[in-house]
């Protein structure tokens, strides 16, 4: 279906925001987030995980929602209209849109100088370059204990994906890094823990 016609049916009520995070895997991020400070999500597409975020984190945290949100032909995003009305549906804490790449917003916190995040989920580029850059730009800016989930990351019985980069890349690098230790999986989805010490 194209992205114009989706929308239309979107604004009438006929058509879902679409995500490719499973049920079971929100359940999971939602246990993970609740009540966290300061949260980031690389990946928001149409903002249906952000809407679960901004649910379940503390009322006076900010979510970075980060998503490059690319132009179509028309000149605008018709996902960024959806994931703004979506996550707008939910009032607690405050989110800010970072209209960038997971790398290019992780040299932007650091530039800031902000405070350590203390959730952090990754689904934006699946190659094994966009993860590598995605772990490295933001696994050094999160505080002790926190938390960092990545989407498709192994293989589940509805999809087959052992041998994409995002799975190779946490194969081999991520389930090996000392700073971090594996908590949870749910279908495609890991979930890591920074240490205390």
């Known amino acids: 279906m194209r992205v114009s016609t989706h929308f239309a049916l979107w604004m009438a009520g006929l058509a879902q925001a679409e995500t490719q995070t499973t049920a079971g895997e929100r359940a999971c991020l939602a246990r993970h987030a609740a009540g966290r400070q300061r949260l980031v999500e690389i990946g928001v597409w149409h903002g249906v995980t952000t809407r679960v975020l901004r649910a379940v984190m503390d009322p006076t945290a900010t979510l970075w929602a980060v998503d490059p949100y690319p132009v179509g032909r028309l000149r605008v995003s018709f996902q960024q ?60 800016l999160v505080a002790p204990g926190a938390i960092i989930a990545l989407h498709d990351t192994h293989a589940s019985p509805s999809r087959p994906m052992n041998t994409t980069g995002s799975a190779r890349y946490t194969r081999e690098v991520i389930l090996h890094d000392p700073a971090f230790e594996r908590v949870d999986t749910h279908d495609s989805l890991t979930v890591m823990r920074r240490n205390d010490r």
């Not at 979506?86 to 932007?108: I, L, P, Q, Y």
């Open 81 to 140: 209209l959806i994931a703004h009305r979506e996550v707008n549906s939910v009032r607690n804490g405050r989110v800010d849109w970072v209209r960038d790449t997971g790398v290019g917003a992780a040299k932007r916190h650091r530039e800031r100088g902000l405070p350590p995040v203390d959730f952090v989920f990754i689904d934006g580029d699946h190659t094994y370059e966009g993860l590598q850059g995605d772990w490295t730009g933001w696994s050094p």
